[in-house]
């Protein structure tokens, strides 16, 4: 068995952060998923930026869409939604085999409707109807029309992963808008039972806002202190009152995706953010560089719920050193939708 895949005995998934035509022809696809346990695939404009510019396999169908009448944006998405669309079939039988928990792959709206809750909502149903496959994951950013979309789109039966998460407030306005959600359809005698959603909180880019503001013993610490003190929050809602109507009901709980897992800081292992976050009920989503590093000598044991306890503690630590990560992470939040909207302006100019 591949470390990798020792990590889904702790009751994590690992999803692999990447995709390209090459990658789907390979064949690689499947084999990760039966030797490393890979559970999912997550994409961004970032990623689709470096297949489409890198991966000859676009080339003949670009040509043929530059000759239409349509939109750099329109001829993006023709060209995404047919590597989602196989990545999902590829991922169906474990789909079907998992009971709807696992084979899930995401595709993000134009973060350039990041602020206009109704669009997002209305791009999200048209890329749902274009892949047309029922392991479709819709990315969208979690920033306030963010939150509002998302409720919506919970509201209408979509599976939905909810991205760039930064601070213990934006977490918990996703997980109030999805019991919202939820409660909509349930009065409204839908069912709940084949929605899944993830929340996507970002690790390594906290640790670079704050560690030059630190003390040395507190220096690679705020991320995993964040996360934990997330999980903590995930645990008392959805293993209590709270979520106890819904679960009866069949829905699923909303699983903490970690994201942003490729160690930035040299001096840190390079596999901290897999290693330190391992536990049950979450999602590691996890670039190849990432995955190649623990598959060579990553340790799996549950550290997730290690001095669970102690959270509070290491927060008001932190907060002595000077650091409000309620503040850096809205500022966080932002810096990651400009750099989306940077990537995806950049993508846009190749199907110009």
Not at 242 to 251: C, E, I, L, N, T
Not at 282 to 305: K, S, Y
Request: glycine fraction near 4%; proline fraction near 3%; hydrophobic fraction near 40%.
């Amino acid at each position: 068995m591949s470390r990798i895949a020792e990590i889904k005995k702790f009751g994590q998934k690992i999803w692999l952060d990447n995709i390209s035509r090459e990658f789907l022809a390979s064949g690689n696809l499947q084999k990760m998923v039966a030797e490393d346990g890979i559970a999912g695939v997550t994409s961004n404009p970032a990623i689709f930026f470096k297949a489409i510019s890198t991966d000859s396999r676009y080339q003949t169908q670009l040509t043929e869409l530059k000759k239409q009448d349509l939109t750099p944006l329109q001829r993006y998405e023709k060209l995404a939604v047919d590597d989602i669309k196989q990545a999902c079939q590829i991922m169906s039988s474990l789909y079907k085999s998992s009971n709807k928990e696992d084979g899930y792959v995401s595709l993000e709206v134009s973060p350039d409707l990041c602020h206009d809750a109704s669009d997002t909502v209305n791009s999200a149903l048209e890329l749902w109807a274009a892949v047309n496959e029922p392991n479709l994951m819709i990315k969208v950013p979690a920033t306030k029309a963010g939150v509002v979309a998302f409720e919506e789109l919970v509201k209408q039966g979509l599976n939905v992963n909810i991205t760039l998460l930064f601070n213990l407030e934006q977490v918990n306005a996703i997980w109030d808008a999805y019991l919202r959600g939820l409660d909509y359809r349930l009065n409204k005698s839908l069912p709940i039972d084949s929605i899944k959603t993830v929340a996507s909180f970002f690790l390594s880019r906290i640790d670079s806002a704050v560690d030059d503001k630190l003390p040395e013993e507190l220096k690679g610490t705020a991320a995993i202190t964040l996360a934990k003190a997330a999980y903590n929050d995930y645990l008392k809602i959805f293993h209590g009152e709270r979520f106890a109507k819904f679960k009866q009901a069949g829905a699923k709980p909303q699983y903490l995706l970690w994201a942003s897992t490729g160690t930035k800081n040299k001096n840190y292992s390079d596999v901290l953010y897999i290693e330190e976050l391992i536990g049950a009920e979450t999602i590691n989503t996890v670039p190849d560089a990432t995955l190649d590093n623990f598959r060579d000598h990553g340790i799996a044991e549950n550290r997730l719920n290690k001095d669970l306890n102690l959270i509070d503690n290491k927060l008001a630590q932190i907060a002595n050193a000077g650091i409000n990560l309620h503040n850096i992470g809205e500022e966080l939040q932002k810096d990651g939708l400009q750099q989306f909207s940077d990537a995806f302006d950049k993508l846009l100019l190749l199907t110009k």
